[in-house]
């Protein structure tokens, strides 16, 4: 019986979820909640806001189910909740903090010789350390491979402030990396 469960095909999965049966929605978060953790993970400032990503966007993808088409993976459907429901919280976030600090002079390094040296978690923990916007949409444009048109209306931001936030991200990122391999 276990081997069938998981075995079970996506349309399948998402029928009995429909339906309301717990046991296969348990099913389908156990299948998915992982990755979409580490997904949230990208986009928030700890743990624990990564959990409340996940959880907030399974509630969504329950109420939702009714509506997937099919056309595309589930996988890819679910990230995009989390991607989405991780927006909303640092939309959240933004309006309680203040002003976001001057430029920062940086140092110009060659990052391409660096980076072989960094280790992925490295490099979230670097990109944790930006500032919030320039981070957010730095994540958006590299990772998720928005364009900036796609990231100022998500952000509720003008196009221009999602290239001059991409341009800060990179040139902060730069001096961050260039710290942490004591180049000056």
């Not at 730095?138 to 003008?158: P, R, S, V």
Request: hydrophobic residues 40%.
């Amino acid at each position: 019986m276990s081997e069938e469960i998981n075995n079970l095909s996506e349309q399948d999965l998402v029928t009995h979820c429909i339906r309301h049966e717990r046991r296969f929605q348990e099913i389908l978060y156990r299948r998915y909640a992982d990755e979409m953790f580490s997904v949230a993970l990208i986009y928030s400032d700890s743990d624990q806001d990564a959990c409340d990503i996940v959880q907030e966007s399974f509630i969504k993808v329950f109420k939702k189910l009714e509506g997937f088409k099919f056309d595309c993976p589930l996988k890819a459907w679910i990230r995009k909740i989390i991607v989405n429901t991780a927006l909303d919280h640092y939309r959240k976030k933004k309006r309680e903090l203040e002003n976001v600090q001057s430029y920062i002079q940086t140092v110009d390094v060659e990052v391409d010789d660096i980076l072989p040296s960094i280790n992925a978690s490295e490099l979230l923990e670097m990109l944790q350390r930006l500032p919030k916007k320039a981070s957010m949409v730095l994540k958006l444009f590299a990772i998720e491979g928005y364009g900036h048109k796609e990231i100022a209306d998500m952000l509720q931001i003008t196009e221009g402030t999602s290239k001059s936030q991409l341009n800060r991200a990179r040139l902060l990122l730069k001096s961050i990396i260039a710290e942490h391999n004591g180049v000056s």
